[in-house]
């Protein structure tokens, strides 16, 4: 479903609703945690924000209205096509996804790696329900549409907009479970920042080898695990993941490692054995971002993304982009 709020000589934005917190309503007392994620529509969050058709035309579309902890390869794929659709139209000048917070940064790497357009993509969130005595989601709103609608912000791929502060897709992360600041960018730090309507870049998102990808198709995503290396592991998990009869075949592997990247002598046993039958492996480190290497900064969650498109650009060689 998707509706327009038109104002002519405006700049266009297309806002693409995804459920998450900042689309969530509380279970009792607003001032009380507890509430149910992905209820408000898209049109109701955009509502919320004081003189908007002022100075913006608004396209809004509801692609989902989930909780983002069952985000998935299938909605991914209809997400990045909804994406591109608005992208291709002339007058639209960029596209905001509203999204949960717990796979924000997963998603957000995923669209940065498949953008072909300059224009830019802002995903924000919240960490309050809509219904909250202190929501902020209408201000991280705001500010995503402010960014969208900057000339500065082409070229910039997606990035995500959240508590006044632009981060790239390949940096960020939730690194909170319950502050409403929750989201950084590590020892990068932010792409920049919002001063009430000013939008402040400090620097620019490094190019990403390889992308863009194309977005598989929504039954054709390849099958690729997160495996922990912790005290005790012994490769149980992995040779489960091997004799698994069900479709999907195991395709790929990431392990999050202890440290720099080291893996449990008896777990790297078990790699070598996934490794023989073809699929591929790759660490990445439960500590953070390791340095050095290929995927310098990559999470085991977002090394994951980069391998699920890889390999799917392997066995789709000829699929045609959506972005």
Known sequence: MSASLAVAGLPEIA????????????TGDPSLPGYTAGVLGIGELLHKIPSLS???????????????????GALWSRLAG???????????????????????????????????????????????????????????????????????????????????????ARDVAKISTHAVDAFG??????????????????RRPDAEPGAPFAVPAASQWPRVD????????DGSVVRALLA????????GLVVAGTGGGT?????????????????RVEVASRVGP?????????????LRVRMLLELAAVQQPNAPPLV
């Not at 893996?263 to 699929?279: N, P």
């Not at 390791?290 to 977002?302: H, I, N, Q, T």
């Open 15 to 26: 806002v693409l609703g995804t459920g998450g917190t900042i689309a969530g309503t509380a």
């Open 54 to 72: 002022q100075w913006a035309h608004i396209h809004a579309e509801q692609v989902a209205n989930i909780d983002s902890k069952d985000m998935d």
């Open 82 to 168: 909804r994406v591109a659709h608005w992208l291709e139209q002339p007058q639209v000048v960029g596209c905001v996804v509203t999204h949960g917070t717990d796979t924000l940064e997963e998603t957000a790497y995923f669209l940065h790696l498949v953008h072909r357009s300059d224009k830019p993509v802002v995903l924000t969130a919240a960490m309050r329900p809509a219904t909250a005595l202190d929501a902020d989601g209408p201000q991280n709103l705001l500010d995503a549409l402010r960014v969208a609608a900057n000339p500065q912000a082409r070229g910039l791929g997606a990035v995500c907009v959240l508590h006044g502060r632009i981060h790239a």
């Open 185 to 202: 960018s590590g020892e990068h730090g932010a792409l920049g920042e919002l001063i009430g309507p000013r939008v402040r870049l400090w």
């Open 226 to 233: 997160i495996v922990l290396s912790h005290a005790g592991a």
């Open 244 to 251: 698994d009869p069900d479709p999907p075949a195991l395709r």
């Open 263 to 279: 893996v449990h002598v008896r777990l790297d046993a078990a790699l070598q054995q996934a490794k023989a039958q073809g699929v």
């Open 290 to 302: 390791l340095r050095g290497d290929a995927f310098d900064g990559l999470s085991a969650v977002k």
